[in-house]
């Protein structure tokens, strides 16, 4: 038989797993496909279904159940549980709730993982694989847009004629997404040094 200094440490242990792989407020992961044309606005929000709301959900419900089992542990005969139980019933609380990841982009490929880039959304960097891009061309793609299209580049103001050569030579190596916020901002310092 377990005691409850084991009991209480394997609660300790089991409840932020439990958070982690619980969804919250009934979420579900979906994806969809990329758009050919940009957005009217650059931070629409997107559609969401109601979320159903459930006793177990969220922190208050981790919170609700950590109090239980502390309730129920600390009726238990001697004091020195009671004080065990009460821990435990705090690491509990205390415990971190996932966030759930709700940035699923379908365009990531064109991110710099391939040798496609996608003009709205690539960081600087991504364009490092084509010669003479980096970091003239690059950070002029970078520091104008949102893009409708890849002609759209050409129309930067003040392109040095070499610039725009190196936009023709590698133009069929773009493509144009819609710009999502979570990549569109990081595009000319995505704060990642070596």
């Not at 690539?122 to 299209?149: E, L």
């Not at 392109?159 to 979570?182: G, H, I, M, Q, W």
């Amino acid at each position: 038989m377990l005691s409850l200094g084991r009991v209480s440490l394997l609660a300790c242990l089991a409840a932020p797993a439990a958070a982690y792989v619980t969804p919250i407020h009934g979420e579900s992961r979906t994806s969809q496909a990329p758009q050919a044309t940009a957005p009217e606005r650059l931070w629409a929000p997107e559609p969401t279904a109601a979320p159903e709301e459930t006793a177990d959900a969220g922190p208050f419900g981790m919170f609700a159940v950590s109090v239980a089992v502390g309730a129920a542990l600390g009726w238990l005969n001697s004091r020195r549980q009671q004080v065990a139980s009460v821990t435990a019933a705090a690491a509990v609380a205390i415990a971190p709730v996932a966030a759930p990841a709700i940035v699923e982009y379908d365009g990531i490929k064109y991110l710099g993982g391939t040798d496609k880039v996608d003009i709205n959304n690539a960081n600087v960097q991504a364009y490092r694989q084509f010669p003479g891009f980096y970091p003239t061309a690059a950070g002029a793609i970078a520091t104008h847009g949102p893009y409708k299209s890849v002609k759209d580049i050409y129309g930067i103001p003040n392109l040095d004629p070499r610039v725009v050569e190196t936009f023709k030579k590698y133009e069929s190596n773009l493509v144009c997404l819609p710009p999502s916020p979570a990549y569109y901002l990081d595009r000319v310092n995505n704060f990642m040094y070596r």
